[in-house]
C-alpha cells in the first residue's frame, strides 16, 4: 500500500523496500479549462545533484532533449505534448544501484512549455502528482498529490530522491518557481541562453 505524502515529509525508499533498485518516477496532471487557445505542453525533468545540490554537468540535466544519464540510471520514457488521458503523463525510471557516487540527490521538476509565451502558470493545472512505483510488482509505494496552491508559477520541483547513510528516501518537495525551465537550470547551476 502507497503511502501518501504531505508537502515537506520525507519517507524512506529502501530500508523499508528492502532489495529496491529500479523504480519508476511517474508525473501526471490535468488542465483546467481556460480562454487560451494553446495546449498545455508540461515537462518532466530530473536533475542529478551533487553534495552543493548542484549538477556536476550539463548532461546531468535528464529531458525531453537529453533522454538517458551516460551512468543508465536515469532515463526519462519520451515527451507527453498534451497531458491528455488518465494516468501518467511522463515518466522517468531510476535505477539507484546505477546512481553515481558523486550523485547524492535526484530532483524532479515539472515545467510549463512555453509558458509566458502561451500566458500559462500551474493556476491552470489540477490534480498534480507524483508517484514511486516499484518495478518488479508495479505497485504503488509513494504518491504525493500537490494540491493547487500554484497561481503564479511555471516550474515546480515536485520532489527529490537522496542518498541518507547508505539507504535512499523521498523528500515531497512541492515548491514553486517563476521563469520556468531557465530560472530551474540556473538554481542548479545550468546555464541557458
Not at 52 to 81: C, P
Not at 127 to 151: K, V
Request: aromatic share 10%.
Amino acid at each position: 500500500m502507497a503511502i501518501n505524502l504531505s508537502k515537506g515529509q520525507k519517507v524512506d525508499l529502501t530500508k523499508t523496500n528492502p532489495g529496491l533498485k529500479k523504480v519508476i518516477v511517474g508525473l501526471g496532471w490535468d488542465t483546467n479549462k481556460y480562454d487560451g487557445s494553446a495546449d498545455f505542453d508540461l515537462d518532466a525533468s530530473a536533475f542529478l545533484l551533487n553534495d552543493s545540490s548542484k549538477t556536476n554537468t550539463q548532461e546531468d540535466f535528464i529531458f525531453y532533449g537529453n533522454l538517458k544519464h551516460a551512468s543508465g540510471a536515469v532515463e526519462h520514457t519520451g515527451d507527453n505534448r498534451t497531458g491528455a488521458g488518465d494516468g501518467d503523463d511522463e515518466q522517468i525510471i531510476v535505477d539507484l544501484s546505477l546512481v553515481p557516487a558523486n550523485i547524492s540527490k535526484i530532483a524532479f521538476t515539472v515545467t510549463i512549455y512555453e509558458a509566458d509565451k502561451r500566458r500559462q502558470n500551474f493556476g491552470q493545472v489540477s490534480n498534480a502528482y507524483i508517484h514511486i512505483l516499484d518495478t518488479n510488482t508495479n505497485e504503488e509505494i509513494i504518491r504525493y498529490d500537490l494540491g493547487e496552491d500554484f497561481s503564479i508559477e511555471t516550474a515546480l520541483v515536485v520532489g527529490e530522491i537522496y542518498r541518507h547513510n547508505g539507504e535512499w528516501k523521498f523528500n515531497a518537495v512541492g515548491s514553486g518557481f517563476q521563469g520556468g525551465l531557465a530560472a530551474l537550470c540556473h538554481n542548479y547551476g545550468i546555464e541557458t541562453e
